[in-house]
């Protein structure tokens, strides 16, 4: 049945339907979203309005409501049923609805009341688009799903899934706001509804304002909250599968995880000696910062990661680190940090756990055991769809802050070091642009694998992760080495090289970070610098000889065998 038949059915069927229709109350079809539906002003669109029951009750509330019906016999019949109602009818249909795009107008609340089955397959995701293209920021869009055969009064209809909408939603960038199963009204008993609330994120009311006041227009007596949204954005971007949904709209995230994202924003900006007060007080200036951050100021952003393992001294170093880290965002920035007529915005589930094991992963299961932090739904979805946004206004405030500060302690700060020191590190795995640093360097001079000492040609080289991708991934230009391809893939494979054969290598190794990237144009050398500071925390600035440089990876690769246990290899030369 094509939906010109399918109207023609409704035009025909209109004075038996109409009278069905109108024996509902809609109090009783929609109370399931009685409460979510906007206030008196807001404009609403019926699509599919039937007997006009529903756009009717929308106009008595208080909203300006355009119905769409496009059987002519129940737009007709509607009309006359609810003269008295201050509904605009219009003649139109999905999934094209072109004379309502022709108004120019945008609506607060868009229905669907048993209207989404009647629309083919091919056709139900242009109408989608076509609906979120006519809803507010903020808005709702309410659609009814109808289960159960078609039967014979309801032909032309077609099987409809909440999977498909919820996936149309995530397309556009909207969620499910509520869910409900519900029985038919009707008291058909093989017939059943779903009814499902689509909110399209706000981006000039809500979320987003709330984040531009918080960023843009609070107090700040320190970068705390700015420290607090950018953890939480970081996690809604990178780890969104961490966040659970709670019964109470919030989104639920382990706040060690939270804990863990706000050390691995700091951290670079402490070591940077960039202020996050207005006061220059040292580290007692910041209350995370004690005896568990001090242990671990030689860990680097790659360590602080998901899913790295830690044991004995450095495992109690971490996690006091991460207590003091998740104690000060409860105290601190989650108590201050409100909404404009008061109340806080995060609320957390349970206190922070204070035992200290001897041994953890920084995993789902861990990170849990300091409790949950709250987010608010809507303010999640912001931040997952807004990011691009949100994050560079961010570090923008951030940067500004610190100028600010560093001023009033009589201090100027360098742009590139805010820049280092605000980026967030997340590993890439991408060899080619060394590989092709290494083939134009064989152009020239003879260049040798730092495992065997062998002399490379193009076919035989391959460029190897000395500290292995697989245990700790990180592409930074200093870990990328110049190696024989069977060497690399049948020998060391995914281990670390075992301290003799790091030290056998040393020569070949500086050779390489002097070839490769010390004599390269300026850009190379200042990043590699760069990626050594940022990456081997033992050196202090970017201001190193490349022996330094060595002996940090030294440093790095006992870590790893330390506090991961992977295992190493031991080169037998043949």
């Known amino acids: 049945m094509t939906p010109t038949d399918t109207i023609a059915w409704y035009n025909t069927n209109a004075p038996a339907l109409v009278k069905t229709y109108e024996q509902l109350q809609a109090e009783g079809v929609h109370g399931w979203l009685i409460d979510l539906l906007p206030g008196a002003g807001a404009t609403a669109l019926d699509v599919g309005a039937g007997s006009g029951r529903d756009a009717a009750w929308l106009a008595s509330r208080g909203l300006e409501v355009i119905a769409v019906e496009p059987a002519r016999a129940m737009r007709e019949s509607a009309i006359q049923t609810h003269a008295a109602s201050a509904v605009r009818w219009i003649d ?67 099987s409809v899934t909440e999977a498909e909408v919820e996936r149309l939603a995530r397309e556009h960038g909207a969620f499910i706001a509520r869910r409900v199963s519900s029985a038919d009204q009707q008291n058909r008993s093989e017939v059943s509804w779903v009814q499902i609330a689509i909110r399209l994120p706000d981006d000039g009311t809500g979320a987003l304002p709330l984040l531009r006041q918080v960023i843009l227009n609070d107090d700040k007596s320190s970068t705390y909250k700015l420290g607090l949204l950018r953890s939480i954005s970081r996690i809604a971007d990178g780890a ?27 951290k670079p ?80 589930s349970q206190p922070v756990m204070r035992f200290s094991p001897d041994s953890f992963v920084l995993d789902e299961t861990y990170l849990l055991s300091f409790g949950e932090l709250l987010v608010p739904l809507h303010l999640w979805r912001t931040l ?144 590699f610098r760069a990626e050594v500071a940022a990456g081997l925390p033992a050196i202090a600035t970017g201001n190193f000889q490349l022996e330094e440089a060595f002996d940090a990876l030294v440093v790095q690769r006992m870590r790893l065998r330390i506090d991961q246990g992977v295992p190493e290899w031991h080169r037998r030369t043949p």
Not at 131 to 146: F, V
Not at 242 to 265: I, N, Q, S
Not at 316 to 338: G, W
């Open 384 to 527: 997952q769809r807004f990011d691009a946004w949100v994050e560079p206004a961010i570090t923008a405030e951030w940067a500004r802050l610190m100028h600010r500060y560093a001023y009033s302690q009589g201090r100027s700060l360098s742009e590139p070091d805010i820049a280092r020191a605000m980026a967030w590190i997340d590993p890439v795995r991408n060899v080619s642009e060394v590989r092709g640093r290494a083939i134009q360097a064989m152009s020239q001079q003879p260049l040798h694998c730092v495992w065997s000492g062998q002399r490379l040609t193009e076919p035989q080289l391959d460029i190897d992760h000395c500290l292995p991708w697989s245990v700790w991934p990180c592409d930074h230009l200093w870990n990328l080495l110049p190696a024989n391809r069977r060497v690399n893939q049948q020998e060391k494979r995914d281990r670390l090289p075992g301290e003799a054969m790091l030290h056998q290598a040393r020569e070949r190794i500086l050779d390489w970070w002097q070839i490769g990237y010390e004599q390269s144009d300026a850009s190379i050398r200042e990043r």
């Open 92 to 158: 139109d249909a999905m999934p094209d609805l072109r004379q309502v795009l022709r108004l120019g107008l945008s609506f607060d609340f868009i229905l669907l009341s048993a209207v989404w089955m009647h629309l083919p397959d091919q056709v139900r995701p242009r109408a989608f688009r076509k609906l979120i293209t006519l809803l507010k920021p903020g808005g709702l869009l309410a659609i009814s799903l109808r289960t159960g055969p078609a039967g014979e009064d309801r032909p032309g209809m077609h």
């Open 240 to 266: 969104p599968g961490y966040g659970r949904l709670t019964e109470h709209d919030e989104v639920a995230v382990p706040l060690g995880l939270v804990g863990l994202f706000w050390l691995r924003l700091y």
């Open 269 to 348: 900006l402490i070591a940077a000696n960039l202020p996050q007060a207005p006061k220059n007080r040292g580290d007692a200036g910041l209350g995370f910062i004690r005896d568990g951050y001090r242990k671990i100021i030689d860990l680097s952003p790659l360590d602080l990661r998901i899913g790295a393992r830690f044991n004995d001294q450095r495992a109690r170093a971490l996690h006091a680190a991460l207590r003091d880290a998740c104690e000060t965002i409860v105290k601190m920035p989650m108590r201050y940090l409100t909404y404009p007529g008061g109340g806080p915005v995060f609320r957390v």
